[in-house]
T-cell receptor, first 114, second 115 residues
Framework: GAVVSQHPSWVICKSGTSVKIECRSLDFQATTMFWYRQFPKQSLMLMATSNEGSKATYEQGVEKDKFLINHASLTLSTLTVTSAHPEDSSFYIC??????????FGSGTRLTVV | AQSVTQPDIHITVSEGASLELRCNYSYGATPYLFWYVQSPGQGLQLLLKYFSGDTLVQGIKGFEAEFKRSQSSFNLRKPSVHWSDAAEYFCAVGASNGGGNKLTFGTGTQLKVEL
């Protein structure tokens, strides 16, 4: 149980375009979801926390206008990288909180901006 | 603020040998502690977690970890490593008192297994 499906698993886009990444909770309701960014051979850095029906809370240094997060339903959260540039290339992972105190992770999205 | 330190960036062990990956945390109260494993290009798989109770926690794939409050540690162990255990291992701490419920990850330990 408690599976999060993340799509796409990889995407290549042109510089200046926008890319949307989706995370769906398949068998539970995800009230809280987290978005992480991971650079090669580095740890996961939390970008933002989203709660269903409210605005996301961004970590310090994360541009909220570049990384748009929407959590409009209990089973879907999306991250849109707007006007992507090569420096946005990274591995993005979503996670959902599974009450009472667990977490489950998506399989990640490899974004390459060319 | 919570933080996690994984002192070992890389560890190499022979197949069949025992393994211990170190994790130290900083948190004001009793933390929620996790160990995850990540294969290249993949998401994270939970190995085990500690919330309360017995300080020796058993996980999947033969892994275990021991919570030592006096040392602020949560080291991961396995008696006999298999070649398939080669991966990146992350220790994480979560706030037990809310704190947005977010996890803070260590920098990870890359495990290489020699055949």
């Amino acid at each position: 149980g408690a599976v999060v499906s993340q799509h796409p698993s990889w995407v290549i886009c042109k510089s200046g375009t926008s890319v949307k990444i989706e995370c769906r909770s398949l068998d539970f309701q995800a009230t809280t979801m987290f978005w992480y960014r991971q650079f090669p051979k580095q740890s996961l850095m939390l970008m933002a926390t989203s709660n269903e029906g409210s605005k996301a809370t961004y970590e310090q240094g994360v541009e909220k206008d570049k990384f748009l997060i929407n959590h409009a339903s209990l089973t879907l959260s999306t991250l849109t990288v707007t006007s992507a540039h090569p420096e946005d290339s990274s591995f993005y992972i979503c996670s959902a909180r599974v009450p009472p105190s667990g977490y489950t992770f998506g399989s990640g999205t490899r974004l390459t901006v060319v | 603020a919570q933080s996690v330190t994984q002192p070992d960036i890389h560890i190499t062990v022979s197949e069949g040998a025992s393994l211990e990956l170190r994790c130290n945390y900083s948190y004001g109260a009793t933390p929620y502690l996790f160990w995850y494993v990540q294969s290249p290009g993949q998401g994270l798989q939970l190995l085990l977690k500690y919330f309360s109770g017995d300080t020796l926690v058993q996980g999947i794939k033969g892994f275990e970890a021991e919570f030592k409050r006096s040392q602020s540690s949560f080291n991961l162990r396995k008696p006999s490593v298999h070649w398939s255990d080669a991966a990146e291992y992350f220790c994480a701490v979560g706030a037990s008192n809310g704190g947005g419920n977010k996890l803070t990850f260590g920098t990870g330990t890359q495990l290489k297994v020699e055949l």
